[in-house]
C-alpha cells in the first residue's frame, strides 16, 4: 500500500519538507539501553514538535525499507572491541552488499549520534563506520554526526543536548511545524508528559493455580524468565517474539552452582579480589580463553521490599505487561503467563544501584504534589539544571530508591516505574580457566567494589558485593550464561605479548592453562606476560601458578617466552607494567619482528595509553623508526588483529 509521509530517527534519521503530519522514523542498536534512552528522547520531542515519530530497534527494523525513508537518525552504541550491538549486527550486514549502489540511499537525509567511552581505542567506531556508510550509500547528512561519551562528567548528554538542538533547527526549515521544535529541545518540554510506553493488566488468579506457581527455586526461575520475555516483547513489541533455543542468554540462563569463592587478595589489603568457581556439568556450556561470563545479580530483598513499600505495590498482584501503542497486534505469547510485581521488581528494574536518567526527574516533576519538590525537579529535567543534577544524581551515584525517599510527594504509577527505573543489566567477566583443565568448570576472577562518594556515601558494586559473600556450602544458583570475548587469541606459532595488570589476568590465566595442557601434544607460541599489582606480599594474583609456569612451563625462558611482575608500592618509585615493558624492550621488539600480537586487559582509566605509548617508546628505540612511523606500525598491527584491547571501568 501507499507509504504515509515519514522521517526516520534511527540513531541515525532523515526527513523532508512536509505538508501533512511527517512520520519520524528513530532506530537505534543498544547493548545496556543507552541507546535506546537517546532513541526514546529524540521521538518525545519529535512528537511535540508534530512529527509521528516511531522509535525502533535495529533489529524490528527491515533495512531494505531504508530507500524508502525521507529522514532518518541512527543512534548507536559501541561495545566491546569496537563492536556492534547484538540488535544491529544484522542490519549492518545487509547495509555492507556489495550489490548496493551509491545511490541507494540518494533520497534520504540522516544523521548519526553514537554512544562510547573515550577510554576504548576504537572510540564509537560503530557510529563513525555507520555514518561513512550512510553518506557512501548516497545518504544526505542533516548534521554532523554527534558522539557521546561516558567518560565525560556529566555522561553523553554533554554531547547528545547541543547536537539535539542543532538537529531541530536544521529540520525545522523543511517542516511546516505548528509546534517549534526548538522550543522542545531547550528544555521546555518537560511542561508535557507524554502517555507512558506500557499498558498494565492486573489479573485475579484463582487461588489452586496460585497455590501452585512458585512452589520452589525452579519455578521462581520460570516465573523470572516469563517476566523477562513479557517485557522484551513490550519493548519490542514489532519484533518476532519467538522463544530464543540458539543457547543460555538473559532469559534463559544456566542455573549454576557456586562451589568455591576464595579470597586471592590477604585479608588486611583495600582491595578484595575473589576467585569464584561454578560448576556447569551437564550444562553444555562450551567456551574458549578470551570468552566472558555474564551473571545476572541479586539485588537485596530488603531494598526491593522498601522499593515496593514506597511505591504502595502490592507484591503479591498479578500482572500482564503490554507496549501501549500495540496493544491489539504485539506478540501474544504471554497470553496467560501473568507475573507477580515482586518477580519484575527484584528481577528487571534495578532499584538498588543504577542511577537513573534525565527523563526519571523529568517524569517525576508531573506526579510531584509538593510545589517546592516539583520546581526542584523541573529544573533538573532542564539543560540549565544538569551540572546540579549530575552532583546530585550520577556523582552520588543515588539509587531509585534513595530519589524517591528524597521527593516523597512523588507517587509515580507502575506503567511509568516500568518504563523510567534502569533495567538489572548482566556483570560480565572474563573467563580465568580453560575449559581443557576444569572440563566441568567455569572460573572468574572478581574485584570486590567499593567507593566512598562526595559526601562519603559508602557505595558498594551490586554484583561483586553478592558474589563475595555466597557460601559454597549453601548451593546457591547463579545465572550464567557464555558470551563471546573480544580478545581473539591467534593461534600459534603467532609469539604473544600480554599485558594484564590486577584482574586483567584473568582471561591470560585461562589462555595459559590451555596452552600448558597442550604443551606436550602440539607446538606452542611463545607468550611474554607482564602482570601488575601493587604488593608482592599483598596482592600477587594467582602467584603459585605464574611462578611454576615461569620457572619450567609455557613462560620459560627456554621457551621463548617470559614473565615481568611491576609492584607498583613495594619502592619508593611507583613502578607499573608500561616501565616493565620498557625494560624488556630488546625482547618486546623481538617477538614483534617475528610476527607476535599484543593483548591487553585491565582497568580503562590510563593503563591501555600509557601502555600504548610504551610499546611505541619500545618501537623508537629498537627499531630506529621515527614517532609517526611507530604510531603507523600500531595501527596497522590493530587493523591485522594483532593489537587487541579488552578494558572495564
Known sequence: ???????????????????????????????????????????????????????????????????????????????????????????????????????????????????????????????????????????????????????HPLGYDAALDPWLSSLWRALRGSFLLVNSIDYVSEGNGNKILDPPRFHVVYHSLPAEIEQTRCSGEEDRWVEIQNARRMMEAADKPLKSCIADNAGYGPNQPYLARLICNKRLTEPDHEQDVRHIEFDIKNSGIQYMPGDVLAVMPSQDRQAVDAFMKRCHLNPDAYITVKAAKYQQKCCEWNEGCPVKIQTIVESILDVTSASPRR?????????????????????????????????????????????????????????????????????????????????????????????????KRIRHGLCSTWLSQIDPKDGIAVPIWKREGTLKFLPPPVPLILVGPGTGCAPFRSLIQECASLSSSQSLPSILFFFGCRKETKDFLYRDFWLSEAANGILSEHSGGGFLVAFSRDQQNKVYVQHKIKEASKKVWKLLQLGGAIYIAGSANKMPADVAASFEEVIIQEGGLSKGMAQRLLKKLERSGKYNVEVWS
Open 359 to 455: 527523563y526519571f526527574f523529568e517524569v517525576m516533576s508531573h506526579f510531584a504534589t509538593a510545589e517546592h519538590e516539583r520546581e526542584k525537579l523541573q529544573y533538573f529535567a532542564t539543560p540549565e539544571g544538569r551540572e546540579d543534577l549530575y552532583e546530585y544524581n550520577q556523582r552520588e551515584r543515588r539509587t531509585v530508591l534513595e530519589i524517591l525517599e528524597d521527593f516523597p510527594s512523588v507517587q509515580l504509577p507502575l506503567p511509568w516505574l516500568l518504563q523510567v527505573v534502569p533495567r538489572l543489566q548482566p556483570r560480565y567477566f572474563s573467563i580465568s580457566s580453560s575449559l581443557l583443565v576444569h572440563p566441568h568448570e567455569v572460573h572468574i576472577t572478581v574485584a570486590v567494589v567499593s567507593w566512598v562518594t562526595a559526601f
Open 1 to 151: 500500500g501507499r507509504r504515509s509521509p515519514l522521517m526516520v530517527v534511527v540513531v541515525v534519521g532523515g526527513a523532508r519538507a512536509m505538508a501533512e503530519t511527517a512520520r519520524l522514523l528513530v532506530l537505534y542498536a543498544s547493548q545496556t539501553g543507552n541507546a535506546q534512552d537517546v532513541a526514546e528522547r529524540i521521538g518525545r520531542e519529535g512528537k511535540r514538535g508534530d512529527f509521528d515519530a516511531w522509535v525502533m530497534s535495529m533489529d524490528e527494523y527491515f533495512v531494505g525499507d531504508l530507500p524508502k525513508e525521507r529522514i532518518v537518525i541512527f543512534v548507536a552504541s559501541t561495545t566491546g572491541q569496537g563492536e556492534p550491538p547484538d540488535s544491529m549486527k544484522a542490519f549492518w550486514k545487509f547495509l555492507l552488499r556489495r550489490g548496493l549502489g551509491s545511490d541507494w540511499l540518494k533520497a534520504v537525509r540522516y544523521a548519526v549520534f553514537g554512544l562510547g567511552d573515550s577510554g576504548y581505542l576504537k572510540y564509537n567506531i560503530v557510529a563513525k563506520k555507520l555514518d561513512r556508510r550512510i553518506s557512501d550509500l548516497g545518504g544526505n547528512v542533516i548534521v554532523e554526526k554527534g558522539l557521546g561519551d561516558d567518560q
